[in-house]
Structures are given as C-alpha cells and as structure tokens.
C-alpha cells in the first residue's frame, strides 16, 4: 500500500466518512430513495393497473381543487388549535410539576401515561368516552340537562373536529411538558432568589425570569410540535376516518385514502410532495428562528 493512500485513509476526514458511511447508506435506502420514488410518482398516473407518465397533471387538479384547498386549510387550523392549547396546557403543567410540592415525582410519573401507551389504545379510550350510547361524557350531559338524549360527539362535524384536537392535546401534552420541565430546572436559582429578595411576585419571577430564561425551547417545541401535529394519522382515523363528510380529513388521511384506498398512487404521490414541501418550510422556519435565537440569547 502507497504512502499516500495509507495517509488518506488514516486522516481524520476519512476515518470520520468511514464512520458516517454506514448511517448515509441506511438514510438513502430508507428514506432517500422512497423521497425520488413518490416524487417520480407524482408525475403518473399510477394506480394498480400500471402507470403512464402525466406530466405536472395532478399537481393542476389540486391547485385548481377546492376540496384540496379546503383539506390545507382545514389541517392548518387543526394544528394551530392542538398545538396551541399543548403549549399553553404543558407550560402550565410544567410550572406545577416544577413546584416544591410533597409527593411531586409521583405526579410526574402520573403525567407519562397519554404519551406512553399506545396512541392506538389511547384512542380506544377516548372513541368509549366519545360514544353517545354508554360513554361517560354523554351520559353526564344527560344528567345535567344539556341534552335530552344520547348525544354522538363523532356522527357531528364541529364536534368530530374538536373531539379529534381534544384527544391530540391529550396525547401531546405530557411530552411538551416534559420538556418544559427539564428546561425549567436549568435555570439558575440565584436569579429567583435575588429577584424574590427584591420583593417580585410570583407571576413576576414567571413573566420575567422563567419565560424568557426558556423562550429557546418554547420556541424550538412549538415548531417541531407543529410538524408532528400536521403528520397527526392514528388519532384521527381511529376516531373518525376523516369524517364525518370530510370534517377531519387532514392533508395526510386525504393522502392515504387517495393513495392506499383509491389505489390512485399518482395522485396519492402528489399530495405526499405537497406534504413534504409544507414541512420543509415548516423546517426552514424552525432553522431561522433557531439562529435570531441563539444571537439573541446567547444559545449554544
């Protein structure tokens, strides 16, 4: 073996390649190469008899689909809403789990469990809770006369909607939580402690000390929460399949059932590149938020 080719492969650029190898092969068969296959698709008529190449067809259909529109929309709102309320209700959250409370590692544990079990068991739940016939939330609407009979909150479309971000933020809210509770214990005490010697109030140490000190993580948990709400799919086609007559169909239902229900594969693709161009920017967002916020506090 040559001297130079002995160096090569010895240099640390190398060696850190040969590390890397291994995950970039992984990463271009599982995900890379299904990326240039759905956007090939995209551009057919591909379905389970065959396919034929249709130029920028389908991508015309949904710019000129009111449906389409509509699903963007619609999806947008049901991410805006859920992860709203998860930010709101995990910032809340943490500051309890936070507290200097008897018994807190207990309450800790007991905020795990919509995270960990199965989203698909979780939603089993929720469709018994839901139920007009025998579930409770029916039942106690009855006994305080808000209805005069069985009340079904699935078979309605505005209560379907808001059933379906009722059990998201049910099963994100722990998640979000945790992190806001690791953030918090990072902040130094000594600025609570001169901040209370100062005579500051609670809501004030919180407004001005807590708030900003974790700004960073709020931040970067909204983003990533935001993409993981818009790819939302067990909670919603467990709960109501993207009924009724469409009230819950999101982007990524109405990608399923054109691709995998309909066999329409190539329509199926487009909506999936759409999908894909959407949480690009989403991610693009997140990369440019992520720096103004590192120059503005200093995050490494």
Same mark, same amino acid.
């Given at each position: %073996?040559?001297?130079?080719?002995?160096?090569?492969?010895?240099?640390?650029?190398?060696?850190?390649?040969?590390?890397? +190898?291994?995950? #970039?092969?992984?990463?271009? /068969?599982?995900?890379?190469?299904?990326?240039?296959?759905?956007?090939?698709?995209? +551009?057919?008529? $591909?379905?389970?008899?065959?396919?034929?190449?249709?130029?920028?067809?389908?991508?015309?259909?949904?710019?000129?689909?009111?449906?389409?529109?509509?699903?963007?929309?619609?999806?947008?709102?049901?991410?805006?809403?859920?992860?709203?309320?998860?930010?709101?209700?995990?910032? !809340?959250?943490?500051?309890?789990?936070?507290?200097?409370?008897?018994?807190?590692? !207990? +309450?800790?544990?007991?905020?795990?469990?919509?995270?960990?079990?199965?989203?698909? !068991?979780?939603?089993?739940?929720?469709?018994?809770?839901?139920?007009?016939?025998?579930?409770?939330?029916?039942?106690?609407?009855?006994?305080?006369?808000?209805?005069?009979?069985?009340?079904?909150?699935?078979?309605?479309?505005?209560?379907?909607?808001?059933?379906?971000?009722?059990?998201?933020?049910?099963?994100?809210?722990? %998640?979000?939580?945790?992190?806001?509770?690791?953030?918090?214990?990072?902040?130094?005490?000594?600025?609570?402690? #001169?901040?209370?010697?100062?005579? @500051?109030?609670?809501?004030?140490? +919180?407004?001005?000390?807590?708030?900003?000190?974790?700004?960073?993580?709020?931040?970067? %948990?909204?983003?990533?929460?935001?993409?993981?709400?818009?790819?939302?799919?067990?909670?919603?086609?467990?709960?109501?399949?993207?009924?009724?007559?469409? @009230?819950?169909?999101?982007? /990524?239902?109405?990608?399923?059932?054109?691709?995998?229900?309909?066999?329409?594969?190539? $329509?199926?693709? #487009?909506?999936?590149v759409v999908i894909v161009v959407l949480l690009s920017i989403f991610s693009i967002v997140y990369m440019i938020v992520l720096k103004k916020l590192e120059k503005r506090f200093g995050a490494k």
């Amino acid at each position: %073996m040559s001297n130079s080719l002995t160096k090569v492969l010895t240099s640390k650029a190398a060696f850190a390649w040969l590390l890397i +190898f291994p995950a #970039a092969l992984y990463l271009s /068969i599982i995900v890379a190469w299904p990326l240039i296959e759905t956007f090939r698709l995209s +551009f057919t008529d $591909a379905n389970i008899g065959g396919e034929s190449y249709v130029g920028w067809e389908n991508y015309e259909k949904l710019a000129g689909s009111t449906k389409f529109h509509q699903t963007i929309g619609r999806t947008f709102y049901w991410m805006f809403i859920s992860v709203s309320f998860k930010l709101v209700m995990g910032l !809340i959250g943490a500051s309890l789990l936070n507290a200097h409370i008897p018994g807190k590692g !207990i +309450f800790r544990v007991l905020v795990m469990p919509p995270w960990v079990i199965p989203v698909a !068991i979780g939603c089993i739940g929720w469709l018994w809770l839901y139920n007009g016939q025998f579930g409770v939330l029916s039942g106690v609407m009855q006994h305080v006369g808000l209805t005069d009979g069985p009340y079904e909150f699935l078979a309605y479309k505005k209560s379907a909607f808001y059933s379906a971000v009722v059990t998201d933020i049910w099963v994100g809210t722990p %998640m979000v939580s945790i992190f806001f509770l690791a953030a918090m214990q990072g902040v130094s005490t000594d600025l609570y402690e #001169a901040a209370y010697v100062d005579g @500051a109030s609670r809501w004030y140490r +919180f407004r001005r000390i807590t708030i900003p000190q974790i700004f960073p993580v709020i931040v970067s %948990m909204a983003l990533l929460s935001a993409i993981w709400t818009f790819n939302s799919f067990e909670i919603v086609w467990i709960l109501t399949e993207g009924g009724p007559r469409n @009230a819950t169909t999101t982007l /990524i239902i109405d990608t399923y059932k054109t691709a995998i229900a309909s066999f329409k594969f190539g $329509a199926g693709a #487009a909506r999936a590149v759409v999908i894909v161009v959407l949480l690009s920017i989403f991610s693009i967002v997140y990369m440019i938020v992520l720096k103004k916020l590192e120059k503005r506090f200093g995050a490494k």
